[in-house]
């Protein structure tokens, strides 16, 4: 398997337009996540799916950020519209079921850097 | 108060030193914990994870979890330069996952 697919590696843009970030799972996962990390704040958790429907938003910072997942194998995270506070790192992890003990494989990730 | 609480580290040790990375929580609910390991410019990848007090060992790598002090420990023995990565804590509960900002690690040969 090819892991977790994330699209693009990397992103610069600036400040007030629309960013999509892509993400394809391991096939057969059931549970998406959409992280972000930054020096300061570490690892967040922003939003997570189970079988295509999001259960878990709280993390999401902004009305600016919102996420899709139309199918079992495809996710978009967009910010629109995008800040210099939004850059960060970005990461997609999956994982089979989601629960006690199950391992979240994470993609490469996509560096965002908004000027 | 965060979650979690990490040194950020930067830690540094000789090839073959032991190395113990540590990690704080506050919250005392229903949880299990996890170690994950990333290298730079790549997304983690989980090492351990155990659920109770005491140690669970994996080869060169021992994860420790003291619930009295609200205390995680990740023990290295033998640390390789390949181990050189930013160690992650995580504290998982129901399917909340509260990580560490990181401690990167470098062993030098």
């Known amino acids: 398997d090819a892991g977790v697919i994330q699209s693009p590696r990397h992103e610069v843009t600036e400040m007030g337009q629309e960013v999509t970030l892509r993400c394809k799972p391991i096939s057969g996962h059931d549970y998406l996540f959409w992280y972000r990390q930054t020096m300061m704040r570490g690892l967040e958790l922003l939003i997570y799916?189970?079988?295509?429907?999001?259960?878990?938003d709280s993390g999401m910072p902004e009305d600016r950020f919102s996420a899709k997942m139309p199918n079992a194998s495809f996710s978009t995270l967009k910010i629109q519209p995008s800040e210099p506070r939004d850059s960060a790192v970005y990461f997609c992890?999956?994982?089979?079921?989601?629960?006690?003990?199950?391992?979240?494989?994470f993609g490469p990730g996509t560096r965002l850097t908004v000027l | 108060q965060k979650e979690v609480e990490q040194d950020p580290g930067p830690l540094s040790v000789p090839e073959g030193a032991i190395v113990s990375l540590n990690c704080t929580y506050s919250n005392s609910a229903f949880q299990y914990f996890m170690w994950y390991r990333q290298y730079s410019r790549k997304g983690p990848e989980l090492l351990m994870y155990?659920?109770?007090?005491g140690n669970k060992e994996d080869g060169r790598f021992t994860a420790q979890v003291d619930k009295s002090s609200k205390y995680i420990s990740l023990f290295i023995r033998d640390s390789q330069p390949s181990d050189s990565a930013t160690y992650l804590c995580?504290?998982?509960?129901?399917?909340?996952?509260?990580f560490g900002t990181g401690t990167s690690l470098t062993v030098i040969p």
């Open positions: 155990t659920y109770s007090s």
């Open positions: 992890a999956s994982s089979l079921r989601g629960g006690r003990g199950d391992t979240q494989y």
């Open positions: 799916f189970n079988n295509n429907v999001p259960i878990d």
């Open positions: 995580a504290r998982v509960t129901g399917n909340q996952f509260y």
